[in-house]
């Protein structure tokens, strides 16, 4: 079975390394996601960033999402609709000009596409058994006490040794805030296509920015849609984390954490896991279709953590 890829870019590693913000302090505001949490733990500061912890990236090249199937039937937004968006989303990180005509260092998968959407609409992470990456609507209830003004959640779930991502759901506030798709966007309503645009740069591992131009900046004004794109800062911050040379596997089909399941639990509708393996080689292997092989072997992790990261308005 097929999946449908976003962009048509493959990328040759050449050089090793480890993940670092590769930009001078004072030439830049983003900031990269570390393992230590400004919220809830004394973190080491550098000016507006966290400075202690391990960086949050993801180890592939090879990433994936979905967007759950019933769009949202309360602002009568398709699964169609978000999964163009979120395709747009993601493309403005995929095309981010990191000089000489080069990229950040990472490719994107639609999974839920061949399916007509993810089947789950919780936010989590199977511990043993396949995950999918979802984008989802809250219609029906915002669960997080004292945050009804936040228009999106995203939750990544990392490695707290290494920093290495292993999932990253986006939780869209619909039940108390006005959301739409269009161009022209009415005073009292959000933007989807700027809400995830700046939920996707989570998803990737950047903070917020100190920017307050740049898209990934905590707050924006209603209404304008200037931040569907990409300000300089965020480039320069996706670049940092995703260098274009930077030596990393590449899948030759991507798969979440323990394979890919579109339903809640990791299973299919009979309760059996629905299993599809990524096979990681030596750089620069040309990326295959997805194939369904079945008995992929959990991998061990050790500790790992949860982060929320918000989106707010100004």
């Known amino acids: 079975m097929g999946v449908v890829e976003i962009g048509e870019r493959s990328f040759a590693a050449v050089a090793a390394g480890v993940l670092a913000l590769l930009w001078a302090r004072d030439s830049r505001a983003f900031c990269q996601a570390t393992t230590c949490d400004e919220k809830t733990e004394t973190c ?26 019933a769009g949202s039937p309360l602002l009568h937004i398709s699964y169609r609709v978000v999964d163009d968006i979120m395709r747009k989303a993601f493309s403005q990180w995929l095309n981010a000009d990191c ?49 009804k003004w936040m228009l999106a959640q995203t939750s990544t779930i990392f490695d707290t040794r290494t920093g290495a991502l ?79 040379e930077r030596a990393a596997p590449m899948c030759i089909a991507p798969s979440p954490a323990h394979g890919f399941s579109r339903y809640c639990g990791g299973g299919d509708e009979d309760g ?17 279709p997805l194939l369904a092989i079945a008995g992929v072997a959990a991998a061990a992790l050790g500790a790992v953590g949860r982060r929320r990261r918000r989106n707010g308005r100004a």
């Open 44 to 69: 080491r500061m550098d000016g507006a960033c966290v400075a202690e912890g391990a960086p949050q990236h993801w180890e592939s090249r090879c990433l994936s999402f979905g967007v759950q199937s």
């Open 99 to 147: 000089g000489g005509g080069t990229h950040p260092s990472f490719h994107m998968w639609d999974l839920g596409a061949p399916f007509g959407g993810i089947s789950c609409d919780n936010p989590e992470f199977n511990a043993i058994k396949p995950n999918a990456n979802v984008v989802m609507f809250r219609d029906h209830d915002w669960p997080y006490e004292g945050e």
């Open 166 to 244: 292993l999932d990253a759901d986006i939780e869209i506030n619909s039940f108390k805030q006005k959301i739409t798709t269009t161009d022209v966007i009415a005073a009292d309503s959000q933007d989807l296509q700027a809400i995830l645009t700046h939920e996707t740069g989570h998803f990737l591992g950047l903070a917020h920015s100190n920017e307050p131009k740049a898209t990934m900046f905590h707050n924006y004004q209603a209404g304008d849609l200037n931040y569907r794109s990409l300000h300089p800062d965020d480039v320069k911050g996706i670049c940092a984390v995703y260098p274009p």
């Open 272 to 288: 059996t896991a629905s299993v599809t393996g990524c096979s990681c080689s030596t750089p620069a292997t040309k990326q295959v």
